[in-house]
């Protein structure tokens, strides 16, 4: 059995924690940004039970070649506007996502997140990479929203 690894990421946001948060557990914000660049997850993929013990999952559809992967999670715990935590039992190790939204003054707004029992198959340089890029999009479609 692989060790399973930890991943901490921050970002700074010009938004308010709520709209961050809404944009995290809503399927019209979601399939602007979700998944890694060169993926799209259509709306009808999305499927949000915003609860604990609700159901999060996705279907995100490779814009090369159209194959899909399927992200199937469970909320633990949902706090709007500060708190979001799901797991995801079908991976290995059962992999957990926090995400925390912090007011930080001057209308910004700091997300943490925070995976825990990463697999080693997400645990590599391009897996790390990949899940960069989809920071990345969400930063951008969040910026382009709050310039609205």
Same mark, same amino acid.
């Given at each position: 059995?692989?060790?399973?690894? #930890?991943?901490?990421?921050?970002?700074?946001?010009?938004?308010?924690?709520?709209?961050?948060?809404?944009?995290?557990?809503?399927?019209?914000?979601?399939?602007?940004?979700?998944?890694?660049?060169?993926?799209?997850?259509?709306?009808?993929?999305?499927?949000?039970?915003?609860?604990?013990?609700?159901?999060?999952?996705?279907?995100?559809?490779?814009?090369?070649?159209?194959?899909?992967?399927?992200?199937?999670?469970?909320?633990?715990?949902?706090?709007?506007?500060?708190?979001?935590?799901?797991? #995801?039992?079908?991976?290995?190790?059962?992999?957990?996502?926090?995400?925390?939204?912090?007011?930080?003054?001057?209308?910004?707004?700091?997300?943490?997140?925070?995976?825990?029992?990463?697999?080693?198959?997400?645990?590599?340089?391009?897996?790390?990479?990949?899940?960069?890029?989809?920071?990345?999009?969400?930063?951008?479609?969040?910026?382009?929203?709050?310039?609205?």
């Amino acid at each position: 059995m692989t060790q399973a690894g #930890e991943f901490t990421y921050r970002r700074i946001h010009r938004a308010s924690r709520e709209l961050l948060f809404d944009c995290m557990t809503t399927p019209e914000h979601l399939t602007h940004f979700w998944g890694p660049a060169g993926m799209t997850t259509p709306l009808d993929g999305i499927t949000v039970e915003l609860r604990p013990g609700g159901r999060f999952e996705t279907v995100m559809v490779n814009m090369a070649d159209g194959s899909q992967y399927t992200m199937r999670a469970t909320y633990l715990e949902v706090r709007r506007p500060e708190r979001l935590v799901w797991t #995801e039992p079908d991976v290995e190790g059962g992999m957990t996502t926090t995400i925390t939204f912090s007011d930080v003054g001057g209308g910004q707004t700091e997300v943490i997140t925070h995976q825990t029992n990463v697999p080693q198959a997400n645990s590599s340089p391009e897996a790390r990479s990949g899940f960069e890029t989809s920071l990345r999009r969400f930063e951008d479609y969040v910026a382009a929203l709050a310039s609205a």
